[in-house]
């Protein structure tokens, strides 16, 4: 680069360490010159000045630097002094300024400077000064006097300063004038020189930077620190911290007051806010955005807002928050922005503040922010001037709070004196869930006959919600006909709530869907739901219910509702074990039960504890089982349908472990408090053959027998569950030329009915009996209760067995033998003929044989009407045997 004057030289840092470099190698070989270097605020020249001082003085030259300082500008001779100091000097050149008996200030500069330049003509020197702005005049002086003597003597000057703006003497004499510019992507990426750092890390920290030396190097030691190509660490808080204590005042107050509006706004509201004159504020947030702070009036980095904050002293920082807050209120920002700073103040005065609060916490319920509400609520509570605005927030923090704390609500609603409408509802939200029958019915009543008309949709939805936690419900006379031409809410609950009478069908399922897709996830539904999701699994969907499951409970996490979410996930952990997944619905449950505490869970806790009991149950995991009973259930749980449910888990376990007469209680309790409310639930609580399962333990097979044929009587043709217990009791009293069939019906029951729980214990009562096992006996859980994966027959080793002769029963028995069942099951497969002869090591003609008298047997017309699972065709052959009827 020539000796231009006049021309300035726009680079970056990076390339200006590249000329200076080239500048010591010139002043080395004897040529001197001087370099300006100017730049914007916090452009680097500090960054460039520390950098090459440091080179310079490991290259071999001597080097002489120092800084300017705004409170040392009328301190004499100050960095004529700083240079002098270096140890490396001659003692007589360093005592030389000041010490010349008599002698004016002129003639010691003159003297230094003859000193220094006599000293640059034997080896090379560097006079490296910072912040030129704020040298005192004797000392600009020297440096002018050593300016026009560089070219003479091996005597380099590198002078930085602020404002590229501001002339200056040294601009009228030979000198490289370089006017720094923000650091590139390119300059970036050869700082952070690192082979693993990912492609878009230097542009992104060029982004968060702006090309600021001292940002981006910050930037650059936090991602090696945390490995985050986006992580503005302490690394960089601390940058931003001293950019801003170099500038001082009016620029912290403005940059702090920018921290706490946080937000897009004008200069006014910054200066309003901050205390600062308008003027003033503008050029500070010029400061700002040349630091690289700042883009279109807002900090580049939330980094930058911490930062700044996390300095504040509390009352300040309450202080400013108010002052936001009132600014905005003015400016007609909405709500919740102008109740964040109320909140971040931790108080408010203004007459206004109450009102905005509760407008921000309605907004917010309606954005699913919980906590962000319930702090607006908490804060306009405590500024309520009167009795109406203290009710009006009182019922929103009862609201709110349910979702989250269901027992916390109870306080809000106690304290209402004159309930509306909407209070009515969560009363009869609280009542059903603390299983409160009274306050319950009162409340409904009163909701449905209130002046008030109430949508058909929420009587609906309260419908099923009672039907959910109490059988029945005031509004719904479930043994009358759903009539299409009833109101279509109407009809579609009265529809649902038959299957708690006759289980699920095409109907219910119908409506469950129904109600799926037309109910959005709230206080009021989340009874109307879960009936649906089970009304699906109890008409074998359990894809579709888990499915439904899923949703709800993703629905419920993102929306901050704790309570809706527990109960959604121990209905699922309910249906992962009816399919047979004991593992998974232990963890289902025990996540469920513990997001709540027991006081928030109310009587909906029998649900995920009467899943585990059931699950470890299942298992033979006694111990496990064991520590849920002890688990505390609420009195009032017992009066609901959850807690027969429990009763009836308990009481199977007491059954397993041999403890009979204590199972006879639970089973009794149930019927007991069931003809108490008048209802009957033979799908949901079949009482009749849990009793039936417990005479057959205690060796009273007649009782068991009419146990089962009562509720046999009772039950609707469609409920296959209730037909599968049935048959499998019988199976146990039966004799035992029956009970093969018996068990095959009550596993090709409990199959369409979903329940592969129960279809695994019934397959395996049925392989005990095949091998053998001796008298039948009730069947019991075993220690890992599923069901089995059919797999394909074994292939014999060596050369092709004998084929077996055709069989020579009479046509009219009806047991498949052994290879006749092989040959069906592996049809039922999918396999065609030729490949179940190779299987088998049989000819195709044998398997057509085997299959024709397995049509016959099973009354069926061919393959295709083969039973969908093979582990059935030995069941469904048996129960040919009896007939559709006992």
């Known amino acids: 680069m020539g000796v231009t004057w006049g021309k300035i030289h726009h680079i970056d840092s990076r390339q200006t360490l590249d000329l200076l470099r080239d500048k010591v190698t010139e002043c080395s070989s004897g040529t001197g010159s001087v370099v300006l270097i100017t730049g914007g605020t916090a452009s680097g020249k500090t960054h460039v000045h520390n950098e090459f001082v440091d080179y310079a003085a490991t290259s071999g030259i001597l080097t002489l630097s120092a800084t300017g300082a705004a409170d040392e500008r009328l301190v004499d001779g100050g960095v004529i002094d700083q240079l002098l100091a270096n140890a490396a000097l001659p003692a007589e050149l360093s005592d030389r300024f000041g010490d010349i008996p008599g002698g004016t200030a002129e003639e010691q500069i003159g003297e230094v400077c003859r000193a220094l330049h006599r000293l640059a003509r034997e080896r090379a020197v560097l006079i490296a000064v910072d912040d030129l702005q704020y040298v005192d005049n004797s000392s600009l002086q020297l440096l002018l006097q050593l300016q026009r003597r560089t070219r003479s003597a091996g005597l380099l000057m590198v ?15 030979p000198h490289h004038h370089v006017e ?39 930037l650059i030691d936090d991602y090696r620190q945390d490995g985050d190509i986006a992580c503005a660490g302490a690394g960089y808080s601390q940058a931003v911290r001293t950019l801003l204590h170099r500038w001082g005042s009016p620029v912290n107050e403005v940059a702090t007051a920018l921290a706490v509006l946080d937000t897009d706004t004008d200069t006014e509201a ?22 690289g702070l700042v883009t279109d009036g807002r900090f580049r980095h939330p980094s930058v807002t911490a930062a700044i904050l996390d300095a504040l002293p509390g009352e300040a920082k309450s202080e400013l928050h108010l002052r936001a807050a009132e600014v905005k209120h003015q400016q007609a920002v909405a709500a919740p922005q102008v109740a964040a700073h109320l909140l971040a103040a931790g108080e408010a005065g203004a007459e206004w503040s109450a009102t905005v609060l509760t407008e921000a916490a309605e907004h ?15 804060l306009a509570a405590s500024l309520a001037v009167d009795d109406a605005e203290r009710e009006a927030i009182t019922r929103l923090l009862a609201k709110i709070t349910w979702r989250v704390n269901p027992s916390g609500a109870s306080s809000y609603l106690a304290s209402l004196r004159q309930p509306n409408h ?14 409160e029958r009274e306050t319950f019915g009162g409340a409904f009543e009163t909701l449905t006959n209130s002046e008030d008309s109430v949508e058909s949709r929420t009587v609906a939805e309260l419908t099923l ?40 069908n095409d109907n219910t399922s119908a409506c ?64 992962i074990l009816r399919r047979g997944d004991a593992d998974a619905a232990v963890a289902m449950a025990r996540g469920a039960l513990a997001m709540l505490s027991p006081a928030n869970w109310g009587v909906a806790i029998c ?102 044929k009562q509720q046999l009587a009772m039950a609707a043709k469609t409920d296959s569950y209730t037909h599968a217990t049935v048959w499998r009791i019988l199976a146990s009293v039966g004799k035992p030329a029956e009970r093969t069939g018996l068990l095959g019906r009550a596993a090709a029951c409990f199959k369409a009915a979903g329940d592969h729980l129960e279809l695994g214990r019934t397959l395996e009562a049925m392989g005990q009996l095949r091998h053998g096992a001796g008298q039948a006996k009730p069947v019991r859980p075993s220690r890992r209760a599923a069901v089995p994966t059919p797999r394909p027959m074994p292939a014999p080793t060596g050369a092709r067995a004998p084929e077996a002769p055709p069989s020579t029963e009479t046509p009219e028995s009806t047991m498949l033998s052994d290879a006749q069942l092989r040959v069906a099951q592996l049809a039922a497969l999918g396999h065609t003929n030729r490949q179940i002869a190779n299987t088998l090591y049989i000819t195709v003609s044998t398997v057509e044989q085997h299959l024709t008298r397995v049509y016959r047997k099973l009354g069926v017309p061919g393959r295709s009407a083969l039973p969908e699972d093979p582990a059935l065709v030995h069941a469904a052959a048996s129960m040919t045997e009896h007939g559709p009827d006992l």
Request: include cysteine.
């Open 607 to 708: 649900y995920p504890l009467t899943t585990l009991l059931m699950a470890h149950t299942a298992t033979g995991a006694v111990k496990a089982a064991v520590e849920i009973l002890r688990h505390p259930v609420p009195p009032a749980a017992l009066n609901t349908v959850g807690g027969l449910r429990y009763l009836r888990a308990r009481g199977h376990f007491y059954l397993a472990t041999n403890r009979v007469l204590a199972a006879v209680s639970d089973f009794q309790d149930c019927r007991r408090r069931m003809c108490d409310w008048d209802v009957d639930m033979p799908t949901l609580i079949p009482w009749r053959t849990d009793l039936a399962e417990a005479n057959l333990h205690l060796g009273n097979p007649s009782v068991a027998v009419e146990l089962a």
């Open 512 to 575: 469950a869907e129904r109600i799926l897709q037309n109910c959005r996830l709230s206080d009021t539904t989340l009874e109307a739901l879960a009936t649906a999701i089970l009304a699906l699994a109890y008409d074998n969907k359990i894809d579709r219910a888990e499915g439904w499951c899923a949703s709800l409970s993703e629905e419920a996490a993102q929306r901050g509702a704790v309570a809706w979410r527990a109960m959604l996930d121990a209905v699922w952990a309910g249906i």
């Open 159 to 173: 002078l930085n300063q602020s404002d590229p703006r501001r002339g200056n003497a040294f601009t009228t004499q």
């Open 465 to 504: 919600a009672s039907l959910w936690h109490y059988g029945s419900a005031p509004s719904l006379d479930s043994s009358a006909p759903a009539t299409p031409n009833a109101d279509p809410w109407q009809h579609t609950a009265r529809t649902l709530a038959t299957v708690w009478h006759s289980g699920g």
């Open 422 to 435: 909407d209070d009515l509802t969560l009363q009869v939200r609280q009542s059903l869930w603390y299983g």
């Open 180 to 218: 720094l510019t923000a650091m590139t992507v390119t300059a970036i990426a050869e700082l952070i020189d690192e082979s693993e750092a990912p492609d878009q890390l230097a542009a992104e920290i060029h982004r968060l930077s702006a090309g600021n030396p001292l940002l981006a190097s910050a």
């Open 364 to 378: 917010a319920m309606l954005t699913d922010d919980v906590d962000f509400a319930t702090r607006c609520l908490n």
């Open 270 to 291: 910054v200066a309003t806010v901050c205390g600062v004159g308008l003027h003033d504020t503008e050029t500070a947030m010029g400061v700002l955005t040349g630091f």
